[in-house]
């Protein structure tokens, strides 16, 4: 359809989506993805979405849509219940949450084709006020970045200086049981995560030559990959302490409710409490990657197991990770949380 049709805001309401960047026509995808259609699946990509039909615009017609809300992030570094946070917050009245959009992956991969720093910020600019276009009668949009996308945190703050977020992590010994028990799916998914990190300079300073990581184990690698994202969340709230708090998954699941009153205040969100009762009832209660009914309890029963067969490794690895923490000085919890329970 003709740009001069679809800048027409009307043309291209808040269902559709901006879900792709085509660096080869310099256009933006917009898919329709309504809420029900969003809120079925875990992530906003499209392994999971349903193909469609989709429709384009240069990025110059498209600023023409603007901005119509604030925008709010929750960064992570995997295996956290962020997916879930953002699940919860997702609702009529309170906030249109986006689980992982791929037009941000999209960013970086022209990031790392090698796009110039101010081509990457001004698209990055523009997929944020098309992303920041909540339902109707939302009042904000919170949006869960994959995290290969966390290298870019510190320009989303930036470029969305009325942002606030949340850098969400499960302690280390959960993070390596997570990847244990997926077996060599999860071992080799932090390899590339590991290497992606690498690639952005985020591991250089951990006191190790590529040769040294050559020989750590899969689960080292791991290790290092989580502290490599608890230095760089460290540095976001340093850089932006009166906008980021950290939080991690047992805090969250152990206090839902003071965890969700907190969130919703932290971004400005209207959470009343009938809402919160319907969220403690509804998404708490769920899977969120596969909508199975799974509580905080089954979670933890699930997690029980792997740990107890990978005892031996993951301790040794969390004793290990500790120290390389404290010989290149990095702090054993992050500061600035959510709640001051977690001080």
């Known amino acids: ?45 499209d392994d999971h979405l349903p193909p469609r039909a989709f429709r384009s615009m240069t990025r110059e017609a498209a ?24 699940a919860c917050l997702d609702r009529p009245g309170l906030a249109s949450g986006l689980s992982e959009p791929m ?19 001004s698209l990055l600019t523009d997929a944020l006020r098309l992303l920041a ?15 290969v996308v966390n290298g870019l945190a510190a320009a989303m703050l930036a470029a969305q200086p009325q942002a606030r977020a949340i850098t969400m992590h499960a302690p280390l010994d959960d993070f390596l049981v997570s990847i244990a028990k997926k077996g060599i799916d999860g071992r080799r998914w932090v390899r590339e995560l590991f290497v992606k990190l690498r690639a952005e300079g985020r591991v250089q300073s951990l006191g190790f030559t590529d040769l040294d990581f050559l020989g750590q184990t899969d689960l080292q690698i791991a290790a290092m990959a989580w502290l490599a994202q608890q230095s760089l969340f460290q540095s976001l709230i340093s850089g932006a302490p ?48 596969d909508g199975r009914r799974f509580t905080a309890a089954d979670r933890a029963a699930d ?28 702090p054993a919890t992050l500061g600035a949380p959510l709640t001051p329970h977690e001080a």
């Open 1 to 45: 359809m003709a740009d001069n049709i679809l800048a027409n805001r009307a043309a291209l309401g808040a269902e559709w989506l901006a879900h792709r960047f085509d660096e080869t026509t310099g256009t933006i995808r917009f898919v329709d993805y309504d809420r029900q259609m969003r809120g079925a699946v875990p992530f906003l990509t």
């Open 63 to 86: 600023r023409v849509i603007g901005q119509v809300a604030p925008v709010h992030f929750i960064f992570h570094s995997g295996f956290c219940c962020s997916t879930l946070l953002t």
């Open 103 to 121: 037009i941000l992956n999209d960013v970086v991969g022209w990031r790392m084709r090698g796009a110039s720093p101010d081509s990457v910020m």
């Open 133 to 147: 276009r909540p339902f109707p009668g939302d009042p904000a949009v919170v949006i869960k970045p994959s995290n």
């Open 242 to 289: 009166d906008r980021v708090r950290s939080l991690d998954s047992t805090t969250f699941l152990a206090q839902p409710d003071t965890i969700l009153t907190q969130a919703a205040a932290h971004f400005g969100l209207p959470l009343d409490s009938d809402q919160l009762a319907q969220i403690l009832a509804g998404p708490l209660q769920r899977n969120s990657k």
């Open 303 to 330: 997690y029980d197991g792997s740990r107890t067969a990978h005892a031996d490794e993951i301790g040794k690895v969390v004793l290990w990770t500790h120290e390389v923490a404290r010989s290149v000085g990095l």
